[in-house]
Structure formats: structure tokens, C-alpha cells
């Protein structure tokens, strides 16, 4: 407006203008002639002004209330024409409006004014001014106008943000505030703040600082060092804090306080943003589920307790009972009595796998079922189940078959154990609900799972002709306790546990599985399992594809499907094979003499000529020729296998037939035991038994007895403890459970050493082996930790006991009998021919102690047993296991008893090597852990991991010198 008053006074210089008070009066004419004329000279002049001016203006006539003129910014403004003759309705009545008052004061305030134009709404504001002409005398108001329509939109997009942000803080259930760092200014704060803190509004001007004063006595400090912090940490951390209050109405409450602190304004200025809120309810709910929590892992480490007791009260008896039993059997008996015998030997293991179910499904529903991976040979974890389970299916004339894809991996990295598991799970169910016909178990596998080379998808097979199960109970089948019906289970007996277990197993294994049967027509249970295939270990030697020996092969099997199996592995070695199905058959091939066979394998099962009849006719027809005759049978030892040989056959296999026996009898080669299991009579160590149980110690000594080692038992631990003062043992087999001192406490006075009250004579490094009927999860683990380097579960078998001797007297070296014991190791005999280590004999004789050696060595005059190689290669082993767990143990918080454990398991062994540095490290290492001090420790476990790798250098040395 101040434009257009300056262009004014300018023309009220040049008398053109007269400005002075007037009031309007409407309808007042005027002389029209004179009127004309002048406006039309006057007002010219003044239109060129106001149409140059940048602002909207309109002109009226005071006189008449007429609109004069409006320059183009009000055309603009108003989208109005030049010879338009009205307004907007609502401007016009604005105008009207004004009219009515006295024009003659002073110019009033600015005015908005609210228009709809084309829907859309616009403000403007209008500010009015009188102009006064003289000559001819007339009063004119003008009128500017300015868009205000953007900032109006502003205003009220702000005034609705602030009433948004006022509901949603008035809404929350935690008050908002501001303040500056000192905490002595509130910028904002929500209503609730009063609430909470039990204050009134006139309290709110001492500032953020009253939060203070509501603060419970015992948490002040906290509050306050927690706050200090946020203000002096450099990056200004956010606090979040829950502390307790004193309200004035509601007594002691709970209160979250948390703040984070933001530069504001001009540079180094900040703010505190904070919420405030009562949590009191929320505490005492989390109270509450702590105390439910609490008392549910009270009730679960009961019931854990409870299963461990129960483990241990059912499986001691259990134990004498199948000890005794095998026990028993191997004994003279009749045929009636050993037929008693052993229907009470399957009784228990019967009820062993009931036992073993519960534990397993117990374990798998807590989530501490833990898998182990290890490389393992996949065909022989199938084999073993078959020829575990095959005296059951054999009894019923089932016939027990393996058929595998060729081109699968030998060596695969997973969980043998669990594999075994589910195996048996499915095999046994599948002979339990068979009848007549046969088990089949079909491997296959698919290479390349996710992209990823070596990663095979395995499927499992077990396919059986037994009665089948109807459709709708096969989706609930994997449930617990479930069976296909309820008369089965009075039938076949059983828990319904085990293929639950079996699908949670193969669940945890990365896997699936299913069912497909139909009733009367036999069940095929299918599983899937992801694997990584693994290098071959040196010890294993290559198999070839093709046998040089293979030449036209006669096979006669009564049983089809097996028969088919076999005949295709054979011409899988480059054999020619003819397969028929009775002796009849066979006589008739037998007799072309164009043709003769190089080989014959029979397995005539139930047909009418038994195996010895049918060799007896093919002599006396003098059929025999130079035929290679081999006897499939499930009875390969015994009165059949010496009858056999003498009848005319070459060999006498036994069923469920393994590959690599086929093969090594078709090259003309004795399998290699595996174990000391036929080494019978033949061990000659000093074994000591604690254990309070009487059967068990009957059980235990008679297996001992019978490998020919020499026994002394104890009933409890304190006797046990001076049985070691008296003499001196190989071995220790420690109950864990007894009556007074158990065996870990036992244990721990053994360990320490000879002292005033035991002056023990067996070396407190001893191995010592836990014997106990615990069989929970963990167990093995936690007994280890403690300081036992072995651990037997019970019930055990005789074999588990030949397991663990060959564990802790092999690996010791302390004794010559440990050569006999592992004469027949292939495991360790396979391993020294792979060795091609390079020759450094400098590196073995300056890390290793010549007379360690030398003591070996006199334990082996002629060498021919290979003593020192199989123990080197035993160290390198347990090196391969023991290392990584010592790394996996070496934490920012070192778990002391693995470290003691490893360190413990190498001290012996390294001394028995010749590996002395490395055993006295080990030796301070264990002490260290044991006293459970950590300083020092990480500087010895350095130089523990360079003494490993010395020892190992040097013992591939010695390895590759000649024997």
C-alpha cells in the first residue's frame, strides 16, 4: 500500500489531489455532464499509475459504490476482465460491508477475506484507503489485496500437526518432555507427566529436576550416575532405566526412564528428548513369568532328575540281566536251554530300546538332542543295521536285502549314530509286520543339493510285503504313541515311540520322511537326508570297479529280488553271471561242458534241495570241475560251516551278505578284523572295578575274565581308592553312583596324586573309565569334563567292553599287550602303508625322546607287529580329535575342565611318544585348569598348539623311515 501513497502525495503537490476527511455518502449525484469530463482526465492519469504498480488495487467511488477500476495484478488475482462488472460474492459483500462504515477515521487494521474459486479455497487480505479529489470533488477507496492462501495452508497444517502431536502424546502411555542438558529447563512436557509422577501443574515450573524427587531413595544413585554418563559420553548414548518411585497417592512404583540427548539450534546447543512411563504392572507381570519360568525349569530339572535316577535305577538291573544272559549263552547249553536263553536275552534288549525311546523322545521334546558330525562310511552304517537286525528277520524266513545306486560317496560327513537310529527304527518295524517275503532297503542320492558341489541329497528306502497300513491312519503314523491299530500293538507289542522319533531325528538331520503302504500289500517308508561327501581317508584303500579275477559266474538263489541284487553287483565287477532259481536249474547249466563256470554262489533257503544235498549230487555226477563253490547262509560259523567245507564248497558266507566280503572271497582273501572282538583269552591287563552292584559286578568281571584279563573288584569307592595303594593297574572302571564317596569325588582324590592318606601305586595318570547307568544327554560330556577319559554306558555288550579296552590301553602305549591287543587293527595297519610323509629323520629324533622310542621298539624286537607305527598313527589320530576341541574350548572365557580334559588325554600320551616337552606343557596346562586360574594359561596353550605341530612333523617322519 505504501507504493500507491507516496504515488498520492506526489500528486497532492501538484494541487491535482485533495486529501481530507470525507464520508461517503451513496446516491449523492453529481452534474452528469460535468462528471464525465472530468473523471474521464483525472482518472486517466491515475488508471497509468495504478496499473503500474506490482500489487493488486481496486478503486471504488465512495460517492456511488461503484467499482471504478482494478489494475492487472487484481485481474490476475481475481480473474477478472477488464469490463467486468462484478465481483466475487463474497468480495462484493466485504465491499458492502465497508460502505456502512465511517471512512472518515483512521484506515482500519488489514482484513481476510475467504473466496471459493473453482472448489478450491483462497484467502486474501484487503487493506483499505480513502483518496480525496478536489477539482471535481468526489471520494474514491481503494482497496489492495494480497494473496495470503499459502501461508493460511501453512498455518493450519501446522495448528493440525500440533493438535496430531498433543492427541498422540495425550494418547500414549508414557509421557513426553524436553530439556536441556543441565536439567533444570522444561521446553515440553505431555499432560501425563502429572500422572504419573503425582504432581500438580504449578510443580512443572521447577523444571525437569522434580523428576528427581519422586526417585526411590535406593535407586537415586544409579539414576543419577546413569544420566551424568549420557551427559559426559561423547556420543551421547541413549539411557534406558527402570527405577522405582515414591507417588504421593499410589505409594512405591515402578517407573522406565529413557533419554537420548540431539544437537539443537546453533552449534554445540542440544536437547534431552525423554519418556517417561509407569511400568509397574508390566514389572510385576514379568515378575510373575519369572517365577512361572523358574518354576517350570524347577519342575523340568526335576523331571530330568527324575528320568536320570529312573535311567539309572531300571538300567542297573538291566544290565545284570542281559550280562548274565549273553553270559549264559556262551556257555554248554541244550537246545532247550539256550533257546530259553536267548528268548530272554531279546526280552531285555527289548526292553532296553523301550527304555531308550522314552529317553530319546524326552531328549528331542526338551531341544537338547545335539547331533554329532564326523565322516563315516555310509554303506557300512547299513550293513551294520542289517546284520544287527537280521537273526529277527531270519527266524522268520524274511529275506534281509541292500541295494544302493551306483556312483554314491564312500565316505560322507553326518551323523552316523542318528542314521543308525532311524535305520533300525524303520528295519525293525518292517520285520515286526512281516510275515512272509522279504525287507528291502534302497539307497539313492542326488548330488549338487543347493548349487553346492559334494552336497548330496540321500534317500532311504525301506520297503516291506507286510501288511500294510490303512490310509487314515497314516497321517497321525509319526505321532507318539501312536500305532496303525490298537489290536497290533497286543499283537506285535511295541511303544509307538519309534518312528515319532524316528521323523523328529530325521527332522533335526535337515530331512523328511513319509509313508506310502496299503493294506495287505506291504510298506515303503522314504527319508531324505542332506550330507556333505568327505576325502577318503588315507587308511582307506581304493575299491576297484571291475575284478580282474571275474569270469562266467552261476548263481542260484530261491529268492528273486535277491537274486536279481546280487547278480547285478557281480556284473558290476565284470562278471558273467547266470542266475536260476532251484538245484535242478542249476544241474542242468552244470552239465554243459561248452560253457563251465569259474564261480558258483548258492543260497538255496527253503527250497527243497538243502545246500549240502544239492554239493553232494554235483559230486557225484562229477560236476564239481574247477568251480570256485561259495554257500550264502545265515548260519556262517558253526557245525554248517565245517560240514560245508567238507561236503566240497570253497566258503561258506554269511547273510545279510556285505560287499566288501564278496569281494575280498572272490579274490581269494581272509577279511581283516576291525577289532580286538576275536582276541579272546588272549589280553592280559590289570583291570580294577569299583562298582556296589553285585550282579554288575559278576556281569563285568566275567567278560573281563574271559578276555583274559585279571580282575579285582571293589564294592565301593574308598575301597576301590585302596585298591589303587596296594597295587598298580592298567586300567580303573569307576561306578559313578555308589553308596558314601561317589565316583566323581573318588576320582578327584586319584587324580591328585599319592598323599598321607593314599599313597596310591598306580600312576594317578591312569586311565580311568566312567561305568554308569546314566544315559541322559550330556552325560558322557560332563564325565569327560571331569577328568574320565572314557565312558560306558549300561546295560553294555561284551563287544562295548573290547571297544573301551582298545581305546584306553592302545592309546597309552604302557604295555607290551596293547601290541596284541591291536595285532589286527586294519584301521592302524592301513594307515602306516598310506603314509608318504617326507624322510626328515632329524626332526623325529630332535623333538622326540630317543629312549621313549627305544622302549617301543624293545616292546616289538622283529618288528613284524609294527608297534611304534600303530601307536604313532593312534597319537596323530587322537591329535586330530583332541585339537579342535582345544580350540573350541580357548573363549573369551576359556572352559577350564575341556582344556583340562585335552591337556589331561595328551599329558600320558605325549610322555609314552617320546613327546616329553609337549607332556610336561600339558602337565602345567592341567594344573593350571584345575586350580581354575587362567593367568599364564593362553602363553602355555600357545606354546602347546607350536608343540603339537613339531610333534606332528616328527612323527610323519618317523613314520616314513623304513620299519
Same mark, same amino acid.
Given at each position: ?16 489531489? #485533495? ?23 483525472? %482518472? ?44 466475487d ?18 484506515? /482500519? ?8 474459486q473453482? !472448489? ?14 478536489? &477539482?471535481?470533488?468526489?471520494?474514491l477507496?481503494?482497496?489492495? =489485496? ?24 495425550? *494418547? ?18 505431555? /499432560? ?6 503425582? =504432581?500438580?501443574?504449578?510443580?512443572? !515450573?521447577?523444571? /525437569? ?33 527402570i ?13 522406565? $526412564? ?9 552449534q ?9 512411563g ?39 538291573p ?7 544272559s ?39 521334546e ?31 524266513? %524274511?529275506? =534281509? ?41 534302497? %539307497? &539313492?542320492?542326488?548330488e ?15 520297503? &516291506? ?23 497290533l500293538s497286543?499283537?506285535?507289542?511295541g ?12 527332522? %533335526? ?6 509313508v506310502?503302504?496299503? /493294506? ?37 538263489h530261491?529268492?528273486?529280488?535277491s ?9 558290476q ?54 568251480t ?23 566258503r561258506?558266507l ?7 566280503e564278496?569281494r ?9 578284523? *576291525?577289532?580286538i ?69 573318588a ?41 574320565? &577319559? ?8 561284551q ?14 602305549g604302557?604295555?607290551?599287550? *596293547? ?12 594307515? $602306516? ?19 621313549? =622310542? ?5 616292546l ?22 583332541l ?8 573363549t ?24 616329553l616337552?609337549?607332556?610336561?606343557r600339558?602337565?602345567e596346562?592341567? #594344573?593350571?585348569?584345575?586350580?581354575g ?31
Amino acid at each position: 500500500m505504501k507504493p500507491i501513497i507516496d504515488a498520492y502525495r506526489l500528486m497532492f503537490a501538484r494541487n491535482q489531489l #485533495q486529501h481530507g476527511p470525507l464520508r461517503p455518502r451513496p446516491g449523492t449525484a453529481r452534474p452528469e455532464p460535468a462528471r464525465g469530463a472530468e473523471l474521464s482526465d483525472v %482518472l486517466h492519469g491515475m488508471k497509468v499509475l495504478w496499473d503500474g504498480l506490482p500489487g493488486a488495487l481496486l478503486v471504488f467511488d465512495l460517492d456511488q459504490g461503484d467499482l471504478l477500476h482494478l489494475n492487472p495484478a487484481a485481474e490476475r488475482l481475481l480473474g477478472a476482465g477488464a469490463a467486468r462488472a462484478s465481483l466475487d460474492p463474497a468480495l462484493s459483500a466485504w465491499w458492502s460491508r465497508q460502505l456502512l462504515q465511517d471512512w472518515s477515521e483512521q484506515a /482500519p487494521a488489514p482484513e481476510e477475506l475467504r473466496l471459493d474459486q473453482d !472448489r478450491a479455497e483462497r484467502w486474501l487480505q484487503l487493506q483499505r484507503q480513502t483518496l480525496c479529489l478536489a &477539482d471535481p470533488r468526489m471520494a474514491l477507496g481503494l482497496v489492495s =489485496l494480497v494473496d495470503v492462501t499459502q501461508r493460511r495452508q501453512l498455518e493450519r497444517a501446522l495448528q493440525e500437526s500440533d493438535t496430531r502431536f498433543r492427541e498422540v502424546t495425550e *494418547a500414549m502411555c508414557e509421557s513426553l518432555f524436553v530439556t536441556n542438558p543441565a536439567w533444570d529447563t522444561l521446553y515440553f512436557s505431555s /499432560p501425563l507427566l502429572l500422572d504419573i509422577l503425582g =504432581l500438580q501443574a504449578s510443580e512443572l !515450573r521447577l523444571g /525437569p529436576g522434580i523428576i528427581r524427587s519422586r526417585v526411590h531413595p535406593d535407586d537415586l544413585k544409579r539414576y543419577d550416575e546413569r544420566l551424568a554418563q549420557q551427559t559426559a559420553d561423547a556420543l551421547h548414548k541413549p539411557v534406558d532405566i527402570i527405577i522405582r518411585i515414591v507417588h504421593p497417592a499410589k505409594g512405591q512404583r515402578w517407573m522406565r $526412564l529413557r533419554t537420548r540427548m540431539q544437537p539443537h539450534g546453533a552449534q554445540g546447543q542440544s536437547r534431552i528428548y525423554g519418556m517417561v512411563g509407569d511400568v509397574t504392572e508390566a514389572h510385576e507381570r514379568q515378575r510373575e513369568l519369572k517365577r512361572a519360568r523358574d518354576l517350570a525349569e524347577a519342575a523340568s530339572l526335576a523331571k530330568s532328575e527324575f528320568m536320570a535316577n529312573m535311567s539309572h535305577e531300571i538300567r542297573t538291573p538291566m544290565n545284570g540281566i542281559l550280562g548274565m544272559s549273553e553270559l549264559l549263552i556262551g556257555t554248554a547249553l541244550s537246545a532247550q536251554q539256550s533257546r530259553y536263553a536267548k528268548a530272554v536275552h531279546r526280552s531285555g534288549e527289548t526292553l532296553l530300546r523301550i527304555i531308550n525311546d522314552i529317553l530319546d523322545l524326552s531328549r528331542v521334546e526338551a531341544g537338547k538332542l545335539e547331533l554329532e558330525h564326523a565322516d563315516f562310511e555310509l554303506r557300512a552304517v547299513v550293513e551294520d543295521t542289517l546284520e544287527m537286525l537280521a537273526p529277527r528277520a531270519y527266524e522268520k524266513g %524274511l529275506e =534281509l536285502n541292500f541295494r544302493e545306486r551306483p556312483g554314491l560317496p564312500a565316505l560322507v560327513h553326518g551323523d552316523a549314530l542318528r542314521l543308525r537310529q532311524v535305520l533300525i527304527n524303520l528295519i525293525a518295524n518292517a520285520i515286526k509286520f512281516t510275515d512272509s517275503g522279504e525287507v528291502l532297503i534302497q %539307497l &539313492d542320492g542326488l548330488e549338487g543339493v543347493g548349487g553346492e558341489s559334494g552336497r548330496w541329497m540321500l534317500e532311504f528306502q525301506v520297503i &516291506d510285503t507286510g501288511i500294510g497300513i490303512a490310509p487314515d491312519v497314516q497321517p497321525r503314523l509319526f505321532t507318539a504313541f501312536t500305532q496303525a491299530n490298537g489290536s497290533l500293538s497286543r499283537r506285535y507289542g511295541g511303544t509307538g515311540l519309534g518312528l515319532a522319533i524316528s521323523r523328529q531325528l530325521v527332522e %533335526l538331520m535337515g530331512g523328511q520322511i513319509s509313508v506310502h503302504s496299503r /493294506p495287505g500289500q506291504g510298506s515303503q517308508f522314504v527319508f531324505s537326508l542332506a550330507v556333505q561327501s568327505a576325502q577318503p581317508r588315507t587308511t582307506m584303500q581304493p575299491r576297484p570297479t571291475r575284478l580282474s579275477a571275474a569270469g562266467r559266474t552261476l548263481i542260484v538263489h530261491g529268492h528273486d529280488s535277491s537274486g536279481q541284487i546280487l547278480k547285478g553287483q557281480m556284473e558290476q565287477w565284470g562278471y558273467q553271471v547266470d542266475l536260476v532259481a532251484d538245484a535242478e536249474a542249476a544241474l542242468r547249466l552244470l552239465r554243459d561242458r561248452e560253457h563251465p563256470f569259474e564261480l558258483a554262489l548258492l543260497d538255496l533257503g527253503a527250497s527243497d534241495f538243502k545246500s549240502l544235498d544239492f554239493m553232494q549230487c554235483v559230486r557225484t555226477q562229477g560236476l564239481i570241475g574247477s568251480t570256485r563253490w561259495l554257500l550264502l547262509s545265515t548260519q556262517a560259523d558253526g557245525i554248517l560251516q565245517h560240514r560245508a567245507l567238507a561236503a566240497g564248497y570253497h566258503r561258506v558266507l554269511g547273510k545279510p551278505l556285505r560287499r566288501e566280503e564278496l569281494r575280498l572271497a572272490l579274490l581269494g582273501q581272509q577279511p581283516t578284523a *576291525a577289532s580286538i572282538t576275536q582276541l579272546r583269552g588272549n589280553l592280559n591287563f590289570r583291570v580294577l572295578v569299583i562298582e556296589d552292584n553285585p550282579v554288575n559286578q559278576e556281569v563285568i568281571s566275567q567278560m573281563l575274565a574271559q578276555l583274559g584279563c585279571h580282575v579285582e573288584l571293589s564294592s565301593d569307592a574308598l575301597s576301590g581308592l585302596k585298591a589303587l595303594c596296594e597295587h598298580e593297574f592298567d586300567l580303573v572302571m569307576m561306578d559313578i553312583q555308589m553308596p558314601g564317596m561317589d565316583g566323581i569325588e573318588a576320582l578327584g582324590w586319584f587324580r591328585r596324586g599319592p598323599s598321607t592318606r593314599f599313597p596310591f601305586r598306580t600312576p594317578p595318570q591312569t586311565k580311568v573309565a566312567a561305568v554308569t547307568a546314566n544315559a541322559l544327554g550330556g552325560d558322557e560330556q560332563r564325565l569327560r569334563g571331569l577328568g574320565f &577319559d572314557d565312558y560306558l554306558s549300561k546295560p553294555f555288550r561284551q563287544r562295548q567292553l573290547q571297544e573301551l579296552l582298545a581305546r584306553c590301553l592302545l592309546a597309552s602305549g604302557s604295555s607290551a599287550d *596293547a601290541d596284541a591287543a591291536a595285532k589286527e587293527s586294519s584301521t592302524l595297519s592301513d594307515g $602306516l602303508s598310506a603314509m608318504n610323509a617326507p624322510h626328515s629323520p632329524t626332526a623325529s629324533s630332535i623333538t622326540l625322546d630317543a629312549h621313549a =622310542l627305544d622302549r617301543l621298539r624293545e616292546l616289538d624286537p622283529s618288528g613284524n607287529n609294527r608297534l611304534l607305527a600303530r601307536v604313532a598313527t593312534a597319537f596323530l589320530a587322537s591329535l586330530d580329535r583332541l585339537m579342535p576341541e582345544l580350540q573350541a574350548a580357548r573363549t573369551e572365557v576359556p572352559n577350564l575342565a575341556a582344556i583340562r580334559h585335552v591337556a589331561h588325554t595328551l599329558k600320558s600320551s605325549s610322555a609314552s611318544i617320546g613327546a616329553l616337552d609337549l607332556s610336561r606343557r600339558c602337565a602345567e596346562i592341567e #594344573q593350571l585348569a584345575r586350580d581354575g586360574q587362567v593367568e599364564g594359561l593362553e602363553a602355555l596353550l600357545d606354546g602347546m598348539q607350536s608343540d603339537v605341530e613339531y610333534v606332528r612333523l616328527a612323527l610323519q617322519a618317523l613314520l616314513s623311515e623304513p620299519q
